[in-house]
C-alpha cells in the first residue's frame, strides 16, 4: 500500500518586533562581531507582550486554511509541536481547534523541540494510515523568547519567535509535498544537553522569585558536536534507506540554529552551499518553527520548484533529531 502523506499551503508566521546584536548587547557582555561569527545570527524576533504562542499559530493557521479554502469544520485532527506552549495545560492544539471553530477534532500537543516538524510529519503520516480521509492542521510554534533567560549570553543571542502551519492528507494539491518518507530518532541519555525549564521540576510556592531552572540552559559545545553528527547521521540513513544520494535531492534545508553546524553538516554530505537554503540570519533558532518558516520562504523566493526533492534534517533538545524526503 502506498502511504500517501500530503503537507499543503505552508504558512508561517512571525511578529514584527525585532530584537538586534546591539539590542543583546546593551543587555549582556556581547557584541555583534561575535554573534554574527560564532552564530551567523543578526535579527530575531520577539512576540507582544499581549500575544502567547498559540496567538502566532492562530495567525499562521487561518492564513493556510484560507489558501487552501477548507473549512475548519472539515478538519479531523490539530497538531501542535511546541516546546513554549502558553499552559501546561490546556494545549496549544485545543485552544486553537477552539479559535478557528474546528468542532470536535483530535486535538493535541506534542513536544520533541526543535525536531517537533519531522516527528509531526511521522505523527500525520500515521494518522493517515490509520485514516486515510484525515484531514490535519499541523502547526509549529514558539514563544522562546519567554523562556530566555536575558542574563546569560550563551543562550540569549540564540533563540527567536515564530510559528508556521500546514494541512497534512492525502490527496495534495497545487504546491504541495508528499513526505516521502521520515525518520526520527532520540538519544534520552543526553537530555540534560539542553533544558526548556518551566515545567513541574520547578518547585515553586506562591511567592518565590523564579531561580535558573525556570529558563532555556544549554550546555553549547558539546550540543554543536551532537547536532552535527546525527544531523549527518540521519541524513545519510534516509537517503541509503531510499536508494537516493544528495545528487538526488535539490534543496537541503536543516534547522537554522547556528551557521557553522549549517556549513558542517552540508560540508559533511557533501552539498554546495548554492543547494542549502539558510535564514537564520533574520530569525535566529525558532525550534520547531524553524524548518517550516525556512520551507516557506524557500518556496516564495522560487527556491523550491514542481518535482523538486528537499532534504529536511533538525537537531534538539532530548537529545531529538530527525529527517524527512518531501517531494514537491
Ligand atoms: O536548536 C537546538 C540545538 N542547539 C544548537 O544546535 C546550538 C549548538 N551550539 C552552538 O551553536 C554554539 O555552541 C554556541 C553558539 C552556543 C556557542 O558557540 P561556541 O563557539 O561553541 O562557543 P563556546 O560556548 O565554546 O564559548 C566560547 C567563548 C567563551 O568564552 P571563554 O570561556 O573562551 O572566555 C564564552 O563565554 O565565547 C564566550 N561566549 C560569548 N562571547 C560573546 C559565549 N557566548 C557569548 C556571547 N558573546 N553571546
Redo the contacts with the bound molecule.
Keep these: 500500500m502506498t502511504l500517501n502523506c500530503h503537507l499543503r499551503a505552508l504558512c508561517a508566521h512571525v511578529p514584527e518586533t525585532v530584537i538586534t546584536n546591539d539590542d ?1 548587547a546593551a543587555l ?4 555583534d562581531q ?2 554574527v561569527e ?2 551567523g545570527i543578526r535579527r530575531r524576533h520577539r512576540l507582544a507582550d499581549t500575544e502567547n504562542a498559540s496567538d502566532l499559530a492562530l495567525a499562521a493557521a487561518r492564513r493556510c486554511l484560507e489558501e487552501t479554502a477548507l473549512p475548519a469544520r472539515s478538519l479531523t485532527h490539530v497538531l501542535a509541536a511546541t516546546c513554549t506552549p502558553d499552559h501546561l495545560s490546556p494545549s496549544i492544539a485545543c485552544i486553537l481547534a477552539g479559535a478557528l471553530d474546528a468542532g470536535p477534532v483530535m486535538a493535541m500537543d506534542f513536544g520533541a ?2 525536531t517537533g516538524f519531522i516527528y509531526g510529519l511521522s505523527l500525520g503520516r500515521a494518522f493517515l494510515a490509520q485514516a486515510p480521509e484525515s484531514r490535519i492542521l499541523f502547526v509549529c510554534t514558539e514563544a522562546l523568547t519567554r523562556r530566555v533567560n536575558w542574563q546569560d ?6 533563540f527567536g519567535d515564530a510559528a508556521a502551519a500546514c494541512v497534512l492528507d492525502s490527496e495534495g494539491g497545487e504546491g504541495s509535498a508528499r513526505v516521502e518518507d521520515v525518520l526520527c530518532q532520540s538519544d534520552g541519555t543526553q537530555r540534560d544537553l ?1 533544558v526548556v525549564g518551566g515545567g513541574t521540576a520547578c518547585r515553586y510556592a506562591p511567592g518565590d522569585p523564579v531561580d535558573d531552572s525556570f529558563f532555556i540552559s ?1 550546555r ?2 558539546d ?2 558536536k551532537h ?1 552535527v553528527r546525527q544531523m549527518v547521521q540521519v541524513c545519510e540513513t534516509l537517503l541509503a534507506r531510499n536508494g537516493l544520494t544528495m545528487d538526488d535531492v535539490e534543496l537541503f534545508v536543516p ?1 537554522q ?2 551557521i ?2 549549517i556549513e558542517a553538516v552540508g560540508s559533511r554530505l557533501g552539498v554546495g552551499a548554492e543547494r542549502v537554503f539558510v535564514n537564520l540570519a533574520e530569525y535566529g ?1 525558532t ?1 520547531s518553527a ?1 524548518i517550516p518558516l525556512a520551507l516557506a520562504e524557500a518556496r516564495a523566493a522560487g527556491r523550491i520548484r514542481p518535482g523538486d526533492r528537499v532534504l529536511v534534517t ?4 532530548g537529545l531529538t533529531w530527525g529527517a524527512a524526503l518531501l517531494r514537491f
Excluded: E, K, Q
Aim: hydrophobic residues 40%.
Design positions: 543583546l549582556v557582555d556581547t557584541n561575535w554573534i560564532r552564530t523541540a526543535c549570553r550563551g543562550t540569549c543571542v540564540l539542553i544549554m553549547g559545545r550540543t554543536y547536532a534547522h540554529a547556528n557553522r553546524i533558532n525550534s524553524s533538525a537537531f534538539g533538545a
